[in-house]
């Protein structure tokens, strides 16, 4: 364990070596770059390879690769970036290919304000890419949390076999903060699963009774079928109705019915608070104080902070909030999730507070839009 | 109906189980898998590759689908990105032996850019392009190698492009090797990639194929062996041709034979991964 002073960004690279990352491979773009600079400094130290490949599509599919062929692998992107990687995340997911993907949020659309801050691609992340599935994205508020998660993101993605993103943004890609760094041997690190049957009896898209099937990977003398169409059991392509249902079914279940593996999240004052503010990533942290302030006040606020997006958490969500009397979704864009938020406490009165604001919407912007409601 | 097979010399290498294979009479492609399959099948009796070491790389296209059918570790992934998930796996685990297998389209039309840089790199894998001049699979669409003035469905008043000349582009880059070869010579095939198989760095082969059904049906040549012999007459072996001889023309007709055999330092020794 060793305590430094570091970035988000940073803390995410120091979080995938500490998780066993072996390969990276990315294209530069603001505010990410410094992930793939930092990684191609420090990764090869410690027996892995870094390459700057010739885009993020290129990027994508090496990890894709590299992980087949045994090895922890990661991409680092921002928005654009990862408009051209949804094509291959697809693929990742119907070959349930364990990785993980930094999404680093910068103001929008299209080229926007790369150096600013922004939360518009909340469901991008999540339905950005083509097919029925479900995909696990993490959202830290902080650069200790960017390191915990990005450790999180490794585990669920090697032992659900599923590609799990991290969600951060340009506000916090770029604030030096404190971090406990911790060792390896401090952490508790998960590695997917491998086979157990010799080659003649492996099926590589048979799942155990976690619905994830044991992974063998290129090298291992399996003869294993990687296949992006739609596949049985054994690998092999079968366009019938029976096989495609089993196929989603369960690619979808596995992640729903271990979710409880996945999500997480952290209150404030939520026990008694009449009002309940819902605000994930850097956005959090200036409720967090407004709430705080708020309390002072006499004004009984509370903070509900999700550290996971997807899959969205409704039985944690509707614990907290049971006894709020008004909840607000701050958030900087024009109210994205608080449409999940309000379909979930469809009973509440749950109010869109959507600020666009190129750093972070500071806490006297967020108490003057909500002060009327209080 | 029960169906006695007898075996062949290749089964072993081949999901038998998955046959018959979708490919239409008459096509190409089978040429080249199994001259593939000889030239693997000869690297391994040799003791110079082990089997469990081999990883097939496919995208989309009627070419990629020997992904299917081959009994390696093997994928069949997205169409163009066949290349740089093979630069995965190899810089992964170095002591794989990683071959892409694709088409015209999926390797240098859609998958142009990383084939280009991947050559530049002159990374370690070994691709095979097979190029029928069209996009079979989607129904006979125009393909960046389709020569000039010939019909395609998307083509209707005949090519207006310039076709991409592939052995000069990938030789241009500085890959290691670079042939080009032909389903009319068979022996050739096998030959080029188990050269192209035992080499440090980038090595290319392209392999001109005929697809009758998507590419001869719509330039008047439906029937498979008469357009196996249009080719034929149009392919000139030289042994050791010069790049000046890649031309690559429907009317002239095309050279195959070894244009670039060099030895520089592949990627993986750049990196200090091969010693
Ligand atoms: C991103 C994307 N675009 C388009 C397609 C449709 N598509 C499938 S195969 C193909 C072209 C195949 O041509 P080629 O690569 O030359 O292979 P061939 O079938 O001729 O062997 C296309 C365009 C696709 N699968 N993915
Ligand atoms: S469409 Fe052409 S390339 Fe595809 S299998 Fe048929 S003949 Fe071969």
């Known amino acids: 364990m060793r305590v430094e002073y570091v970035t988000s960004n940073i803390a995410i690279a120091e979080g995938a070596m500490a998780s066993g990352l072996r390969f990276f491979a990315g294209y530069p773009i603001t505010p990410t770059s410094d992930i793939l600079e930092y990684l191609a400094e420090e990764l090869p130290k410690r027996g892995g390879v870094v390459i700057q490949l010739e885009d993020e599509i290129a990027s994508i599919n090496a990890v894709i690769g590299a992980s087949w062929a045994g090895a922890?692998?990661?991409?680092?992107?921002?928005?654009?970036?990862?408009?051209?990687?949804?094509?291959?995340?697809?693929?990742?997911i119907i070959t349930e290919t364990p990785l993980v993907v930094v999404y680093v949020m910068r103001a929008g659309p299209s080229t926007g304000v790369p150096t600013r801050s922004c939360q518009y691609d909340v469901f991008q992340v999540r339905y950005g890419s083509h097919g029925n599935y479900e995909l696990p994205v993490l959202v830290p508020w902080s650069a200790q949390e960017a390191f915990d998660l990005t450790v999180k993101a490794f585990n669920v993605s090697e032992m659900l076999r599923v590609p799990t993103v991290i969600l951060s943004d340009a506000m916090l890609?770029?604030?030096w903060e404190k971090v406990i760094i911790r060792n390896p041997s401090?952490?508790?690190?998960?590695?997917r699963r491998k086979p157990e049957v010799p080659p003649q009896e492996y099926m590589p898209f048979k799942p155990?009774?976690?619905?994830?099937?044991p992974m063998a990977c290129f090298g291992d003398g399996y003869k294993v079928m990687v296949e992006s169409l739609t596949h049985d059991e054994r690998g092999y392509y079968s366009p019938t109705t029976e096989v495609q249902e089993r196929m989603i079914r369960r690619l979808?279940?596995?992640?729903?019915?271990?979710?409880?593996?996945?999500?997480?999240?952290?209150?404030?004052?939520?026990?008694?608070a009449e009002y309940m503010f819902f605000a994930y990533g850097s956005t959090a942290r200036s409720v967090y104080a407004l709430v705080r302030e708020l309390r002072r006040e006499g004004i009984r606020a509370g903070l509900y902070r999700p550290k996971t997006l997807w899959p969205f958490d409704e039985g944690g969500l509707k614990k907290v909030a049971s006894k709020a009397k008004r909840v607000f979704v701050v958030e900087n864009n024009v109210g994205l999730m608080y449409k999940e938020v309000a379909r979930v406490l469809r009973d509440k009165e749950v109010i869109s507070v959507g600020i666009i604001d190129l750093d972070v919407p500071s806490p006297d912007r967020i108490k003057e839009v909500i002060s009327e409601w209080l | 109906m029960a169906v006695s097979r007898q075996v062949h010399p290749l089964d072993k290498y081949v999901r038998v189980d998955r046959l018959p294979h979708l490919w239409c009479p008459g096509c190409g492609i089978g040429i080249v898998m199994s001259a593939m399959l000889r030239a693997i099948g000869r690297r391994i009796s040799e003791g110079l590759v082990r089997e469990e070491n081999i990883v097939i790389v496919g995208g989309i296209g009627c070419t990629a689908r020997m992904s299917l059918y081959l009994n390696f570790d093997t994928v069949h992934a997205i169409h163009g990105r066949a290349i740089?998930?093979?630069?995965?796996?190899?810089?992964?685990?170095?002591k794989l032996k990683v071959i892409v297998v694709g088409g015209d389209g999926d390797i240098a039309g859609i998958g142009g850019n990383h084939l280009m840089h991947a050559a530049r790199r002159n990374m370690d894998i070994t691709v095979i392009m097979v190029n029928n001049m069209v996009y079979a699979m989607t129904g006979g669409q125009l393909a960046p190698t389709t020569p000039t003035g010939l019909y395609t469905t998307t083509t209707p008043r005949g090519n207006p492009?310039?076709?991409?000349?592939?052995?000069?582009?990938?030789?241009?880059l500085g890959a290691n090797y670079v042939a080009r070869a032909s389903v009319t010579h068979p022996a050739l095939i096998e030959t080029y990639v188990y050269r192209a198989l035992g080499k440090e760095g980038f090595t290319f082969v392209e392999v001109l194929s005929t697809c009758p059904e998507m590419f001869g049906r719509h330039i008047g040549i439906k029937d498979a062996v008469q357009l196996f012999m249009e080719l034929r007459g149009k392919v000139k072996v030289k042994a050791k041709p010069s790049l000046n001889e890649s031309y690559y023309d429907w009317e002239s007709g095309f050279v195959i034979?070894?244009?670039v055999d060099k030895d520089d330092p592949g990627y993986l020794r750049m990196i200090g991964l091969l010693r």
């Open chain 1, 72 to 92: 922890k692998a990661m991409t680092a992107t921002s928005g654009p970036g990862y408009s051209l990687m949804v094509e291959a995340l697809s693929f990742a």
């Open chain 1, 173 to 175: 890609a770029h604030t």
């Open chain 1, 186 to 191: 401090e952490l508790e690190i998960v590695n």
């Open chain 1, 208 to 213: 155990g009774e976690d619905l994830v099937p």
């Open chain 1, 252 to 272: 979808v279940e596995k992640v729903r019915r271990n979710s409880h593996l996945i999500v997480d999240y952290e209150t404030y004052f939520t026990s008694s």
């Open chain 2, 84 to 94: 740089p998930f093979a630069v995965g796996v190899k810089l992964a685990n170095p």
């Open chain 2, 161 to 172: 492009e310039k076709p991409i000349n592939v052995v000069k582009l990938v030789a241009s």
């Open chain 2, 257 to 259: 034979g070894e244009y």
